[in-house]
């Protein structure tokens, strides 16, 4: 480079939802890390502030990131929209102390709502629209350059005080093409699953399926893996050099392909190394590896999050969900056969549900017998298809902090919100305190199953109680809010991407949306 590199601070904010914080374990921030891979292999200095991890407060953070000295900062979340104003929050704060450092946001919220925060909050210079590797990459060698921004594909910015979008950004083809910056964290600070050292991963990037409720469903377009054996390589090598013990897929569907799938176990299994896997998938795709479940658990999968959502055949086809009751079912039975935990989801608030709606999900999540569930609310997202199912229901929690799928936000026409609270927390410690899955927790056979229990009722019985003081003494709900597209707006639904196959450009999609009005 013909100058002194930029100096890149990537910041992962604090986030406040309430199983991020409650069990005292994280999980390293991936999407960052797999930004900073890219730039430390071009030459740029990068270095991490984990806000999460250490729970600053945003002054702390401010104070932290000056004594970094940052040419660029860089700030991103896993989540879809919780976190997003307190990155605002933060920088504004952040500018006012390095005024002359560019502020750069990504993730998928900032992807689908790029115009209105560079118009609303001047503090931010810069969004990275979809993956972000690539652009990241493209936008910090630009900036050392000097280069027109308008050549770099996926960027978002203000120029002589007019919003610019440039050309959407290629899809990454060849997943193994960046690789994960490991060496900007501490392994040694993060761990999961009951103090085990662990990081989060990807196998693949997409999902094939159409649920019109997903907030990422769009923005990792099509379904792509990484090569089963240089992945397979990779998890060993973290083991054997790092000490990881647990691996968190944070893929919506690893097992999406049966061949590549199959590939890694079998090249894991090679590796030899003591890791444990979690993640999520279809229950479809475990029927479908009826014959190969074998390898799964052979290769270290203690458990995999079904996303059954609903035990209603119709709202599975209001939502797109593509499921079937059958299916879920031989899911879970096929994973016990083989020692693997099941954990099955259940949405409250896809439709307008009723007392004996939450009765009957109560007597489905009975019969499925899941070792462990996972109780959500509906969270609409503007850029999806069920946010325009859903524009005319009425908005009860206005503080978009709390919307983390884990705190009500819709109201339910026919129950009042501290009812369906209470069906909610009824539900979960009926289904955790039944005998079958005390049973599972005292006195199964293997360790590592009896762990995988233990770990998650101690977590679980936390994370209840204090949600139940929370929403007796500190969760302000309106008895009479406004709808949902008066306080949020208009449906973003056509700048969504789906399978690869863009909807509209930019341009084209201002002009779908403004018809919408």
Known sequence: MPHTPLRVALINPPHTAIGSRIPGEHLPPLGLLSIGGPLLDAGFPVQLLDADLENLALDEIV?????????????????????????????????????????????????YHWDEILRDCPQIDFIVRGEGEQTALALVQALQSQAPLLEVAGIAYRQDGDVECTADAPMLHNLDDYRVGWELIDHTRYSYWGGKRAVVVQFSRGCPYLCSYCGQRGFWTRWRHRDPQAFARELARLHREQGVELINFADELPTGSRKAWQAFLEALIAENVPLLLV???????????????????????????????????????????????????????????????????????????????????????????????????????????????????????????????????????????WRVFLWFKLIEVAMQARPKALARVLWHGDADFRHAMRWYTRMGRRVWFHEVAEFLFATPLLKAGPTLRQFLGRSLAAREYVLDKRKAIPQQAEVLIARSD
């Open 279 to 417: 993640g999520s998938t279809r229950a479809s795709d475990i029927v479908r590896d009826a014959d190969i479940l074998h390898l799964y658990r052979q290769a270290g999968v203690i458990r995999f999050l079904l996303g059954i959502e609903s035990y209603d055949e119709a709202t599975l086809a209001a939502i797109r969900k593509g499921g079937n009751v059958r299916e879920d079912q031989q899911a879970i039975r096929l994973l016990r056969q083989h020692g693997i935990v099941s954990m099955a989801t259940y949405v409250v608030g896809f439709q307008e549900e009723t007392d004996r709606d939450y009765w009957r999900s109560f007597r489905h999540l009975l019969r499925y017998d899941p070792d462990q569930i996972q109780l959500l609310y509906v969270t609409p997202h503007r850029w999806t298809p069920f946010y325009e199912t859903a524009e005319s229901r009425q908005v009860i929690q206005t503080d978009t902090r709390r919307w983390d799928y884990k705190h009500q936000v819709l109201a339910v026409r026919r129950v009042p919100a």
């Open 63 to 111: 104070q932290r990131t000056v004594a970094l000295q940052p040419d660029v900062l860089m700030l991103g979340h896993s989540g879809s929209s919780s976190v997003h104003v307190t990155v605002v929050e933060l920088c504004r704060l952040l500018k006012e102390q390095l005024p002359q450092a560019w502020v750069v946001y990504g993730g998928v919220h900032p992807t």
